[in-house]
């Protein structure tokens, strides 16, 4: 996906919520039910970019085998899922694992480029896949849904028989982050380290900043994400945070302040020149940046 598509709904929710408050006051009701009712609709827009409900990319276009994987949630939705394995047997059952958390934008095909990266680079077995409502994975999207489908997966690998003992990444942009941080405090014992790049305080964090004129209107906020709160019951986990200078969308002081109150005495700072929110990847020394992380700290650990 164009990285321009990835957090449309936070560009139309800004211009939507400025058009109505350049109004007058008379118009704050209008921006608070704005704020309320349709905050999930934009802040999950799982139709954007058009086609992406029914075209889900798959890894064979990038020359990765893979495994097409259904899983059943525990409130009845079915979350879809690519598994790429790494071919030499070794590295398959012995060697790194890496879930991957999308962006709020798109599926999981979109997101290829990502994985190819870890697998051909790296090295790691890919996971990949779509929440609820998004590509052909069934439901509405919603923190708590997807927080559903993030445990479905992860369960899904801790059972998996050439998974189940290599060593797990969660890797999150944006939205994506928010949700792999959730998935750490639960998980912290079990994993070997976690990745965010460009993502949040909190959701209700980001509007004071971005939208002053809505800052008393922020408690109405219901899709939360509270990583700033939940990041402080990370003890000991290595972290690797990586942030974009320049990224328009979320404030980099974000991602500082989430690495500066970041207990865990392995965490990791890297900030990129000129580095946009959606572009952040392509920045020279991303990748180093993740190869180093992961030499100093989940493959030495691992041998």
């Known amino acids: ?20 408050s350049a109004t007058g006051i008379s118009c704050i009701g209008t921006l608070a039910v704005i704020l309320y009712f349709a905050q999930s609709a934009l802040i999950y827009p799982s139709s954007f970019p058009p086609g992406s409900r029914t075209d889900v990319p798959t890894p064979d276009r990038y020359g990765i085998p893979f495994e097409d994987i259904t899983l059943d949630t525990k409130d009845g939705e079915q979350i879809k899922l690519f598994v790429m394995k790494q071919t030499d047997p070794e590295l398959r059952t012995d060697g790194q694992t890496v879930i991957i958390f999308c962006a709020n934008a798109g599926n999981m095909g979109h997101r290829l480029p990502i994985a190819s990266a870890f697998y051909k680079i790296l090295q790691y077995n890919v996971v990949l896949f779509s929440y609820r409502g998004y590509g052909l994975s069934t439901g509405k999207p919603s923190e ?10 992860f ?31 639960k998980h912290e014992e079990d994993l070997a380290g976690l990745i965010v790049e460009n993502t949040f ?9 971005v939208l002053p004129i809505a800052q008393y209107f922020a408690f109405l906020c219901h899709q939360i994400w509270p990583s700033e709160k939940l990041l402080l019951q990370i003890k000991k986990l290595p972290i690797l945070f990586l942030s974009g200078e320049k990224d328009e969308i979320v404030p980099p002081v974000h991602m500082k302040i989430l690495y500066e109150i970041c207990q865990s005495p392995n965490k990791v700072w890297r900030q990129f020149a000129n580095a946009t929110h959606n572009e952040t990847y392509l920045k020279d020394g991303y990748w180093t940046s993740i190869i180093d992380f992961s030499n100093d700290f989940i493959v030495k650990k691992a041998q």
């Open 1 to 20: 996906m164009d990285g321009s598509s990835q957090d449309w709904s936070v560009r139309f929710l800004l211009k939507s919520l400025k058009i109505i």
């Open 144 to 153: 708590a849904g997807i927080k559903i489908d993030s445990e479905t997966v």
């Open 155 to 185: 369960e899904y690998i801790k059972k998996e028989k050439e998974l189940k003992d290599t060593s797990l990444i969660l890797y999150g942009q944006s939205l994506g982050g928010a949700v792999a941080i959730y998935l750490a405090t």
């Open 201 to 209: 305080r909190s959701l209700p964090s980001l509007i004071p900043t």
